[in-house]
């Protein structure tokens, strides 16, 4: 039996696009270091990203939603910004559609080409999150989800209401 492939993000900033490699598992536990990447990107001014799904075993909906907020940034940045999503198989690919969104982001087979992370390196883990920075990362993220695409305001509606309770207590 393979060995579980630890979750991380293998990223190559020195090229156009920017490539990032998803290994493993992508969900809330490993969200926020990809967050604050792209956002750090962004800052930069980076517009293009591809993204390799090949290594990706699972995704959940707060890292989806972490990458509904960057395609709807992306689409006020205007032309040229782009958001493109490799290699992703069956169960993800199903998971994207069910959200709603392959309609923000640019879905492609990439078959035989290969995006070399050269120079590149892992993001480092993000500092342990206090149970409210928690709840603000996976409640913005389910809000993108919603924005992404308003039926899954009915989807997520019971995630929302608890988180948000969650942070108004503070």
């Keep these: 039996m393979p060995e579980a492939v630890a979750p991380s993000f293998l990223v190559d900033a020195s090229c156009d696009p920017v490539v990032i490699r998803v290994?493993?598992?992508?969900?809330?536990?490993?969200?926020?270091?990809?967050?604050d990447f792209f956002a750090e990107m962004r800052r930069q001014g980076r517009?293009?990203?591809v993204m390799d799904f090949k290594n990706c075993t699972s995704m959940d909906s707060t890292f989806l939603g972490v990458l509904a907020g960057v395609a709807l940034e992306l689409r006020k940045?205007?032309?040229?910004?782009?958001m493109v999503l490799c290699r992703v198989g069956e169960r993800n690919l199903e998971l994207i559609k069910n959200?709603?969104?392959?309609?923000?982001?640019?879905?492609?087979?990439?078959?035989?080409?290969?995006?070399p992370i050269s120079g590149g390196t892992a993001l480092a883990p993000q500092a342990r999150m206090n149970e409210l920075?928690?709840?603000?990362?996976?409640?913005?993220?389910?809000?993108?989800?919603?924005?992404a695409d308003e039926a899954n305001q009915v989807k997520f509606q019971d995630v929302l209401a608890f988180l948000k309770g969650r942070v108004e207590q503070g």
């Design 23 to 35: 290994e493993g598992r992508a969900s809330f536990q490993n969200s926020a270091s990809l967050r």
């Design 47 to 49: 517009s293009r990203f």
């Design 77 to 82: 940045t205007g032309a040229g910004a782009s």
């Design 99 to 115: 959200l709603g969104l392959h309609r923000l982001l640019t879905l492609d087979d990439c078959n035989g080409c290969d995006h």
């Design 133 to 147: 920075e928690n709840a603000r990362l996976v409640l913005a993220a389910h809000e993108n989800l919603v924005a």
